[in-house]
């Protein structure tokens, strides 16, 4: 089924990293401030489908080196389950999607998911291949997703 296919490549338990997200409303004591918490759980969702997003551009781009590999020839796009035009539309969808979500938070967490894809895409496509700086980006991520501030 193409939609279980276009669910394993968003790579879900890859998203339990995107619980950072939460750090800021723990750590300043307003877990029980329902407003902040509503738009903490809403953010995780939109860090989750734009790093999913990612997770289906890196696979597209990588494709012909995934086929060739033991284990990654078995993810939906290498192994021809999922077709690449639509893992791209997916991609698509999912960086609009999150956008326009994160935009309806604020503009400034609209800026940072912005900010955490173009790094993620920078990183699949550049950045996974300069030494130590590849390093720096993940941990740029993790500065990103888990130092958003969702009060404004």
């Not at 809403?42 to 590999?69: P, Q, T, W």
């Not at 035009?85 to 979500?101: D, H, K, P, Y």
Request: proline share 2%; aromatic share 14%.
């Amino acid at each position: 089924m193409i939609v279980f296919e276009i669910v394993k490549s968003l790579r879900l338990k890859q998203w339990i990293k995107n619980l950072i997200i939460f750090a800021p409303l723990i750590f300043s004591e307003n877990v029980f401030d329902r407003i902040l918490l509503l738009k903490s759980v809403f953010a995780f969702v939109l860090f989750c489908l734009v790093s999913g997003a990612a997770y289906i551009l890196n696979d597209i781009k990588d494709l012909e080196e995934d086929r060739l590999h033991p284990l990654k020839s078995k993810r939906p796009l290498a192994s021809g389950r999922l077709k690449k035009s639509l893992a791209l539309f997916t991609f698509f969808f999912l960086v609009i999607l999150s956008l326009m979500g994160a935009f309806l938070i604020n503009i400034f967490f609209c800026i940072a998911l912005g900010v955490y894809l173009v790094l993620q895409v920078s990183y699949s496509f550049w950045l996974k291949h300069v030494v130590i700086l590849d390093v720096f980006l993940i941990a740029t991520g993790f500065l990103i997703n888990g130092g958003m501030s969702l009060s404004s």
